[in-house]
């Protein structure tokens, strides 16, 4: 019977807290997904569209999100004709995220904590090429727009193509682990 009592409390306090909560939808044509790729000899920058997500609050307390990346949109902005077109068909290749097979890559809130200042570090759950792994970065909300900058460490998802972790004798050709997104969401 107390099993039943807890069960019957919990599973009202859940539902209070769903019915309270506001799912705040993110305009993906108005929201910017910056990305940087650092190697030994410098760096390469471009975009990826957001294709859809979402921001989960309570009153004005953000607690939840999900979000889905078109991969397929990845492009660097740094190069232009021939450079370009070769970087990207890389970066969309096997070697790194082999769009054609894993066309999307998604991001879901799991823990968010409120740090003050319309500032909270979020944990999440990133997949990418069907691989899932926590991410934690802090995300900054101010009216209907939030912003964050997240450090991803490639090599969690299987993308190891020049890395110094993984291959010796890489020299110059080494690239980093870590590419970083710079991300604005507009809701």
Avoid: C
Avoid at 80 to 104: I, W
Wanted: hydrophobic content about 35%; aromatic content about 10%.
């Amino acid at each position: 019977m107390r099993n039943l009592k807890t069960f019957a409390i919990a599973l009202f306090l859940t539902v209070a807290t769903v019915a309270t909560a506001q799912t705040k939808k993110v305009n993906a044509s108005k929201s910017k997904i910056s990305w940087i790729g650092k190697k030994v000899t410098g760096q390469h920058e471009g975009t990826v569209n957001l294709k859809e997500g979402s921001l989960l609050f309570k009153g004005a307390k953000l607690i939840g999100g999900t979000f889905t990346v078109d991969m397929t949109s990845l492009t660097s902005t740094d190069l232009t004709g021939e450079y370009q077109g070769k970087l990207n068909g890389h970066l969309k290749s096997e070697d790194f995220f082999g769009t054609e097979k894993f066309p999307t890559s998604k991001l879901t809130f799991k823990k968010v904590t409120e740090k003050g200042n319309g500032v909270y570090t979020v944990t999440a759950n990133l997949t990418i090429k069907d691989v899932t792994s926590p991410v934690t970065f802090d995300i900054t909300v101010k009216e209907s727009t939030a912003t964050a900058n997240v450090k991803i460490n490639r090599t969690k998802y299987g993308i190891k193509y020049g890395s110094g972790s993984f291959f010796d004798n890489l020299g110059d050709k080494a690239i980093s682990d870590e590419f970083e997104l710079n991300v604005t969401l507009q809701f």
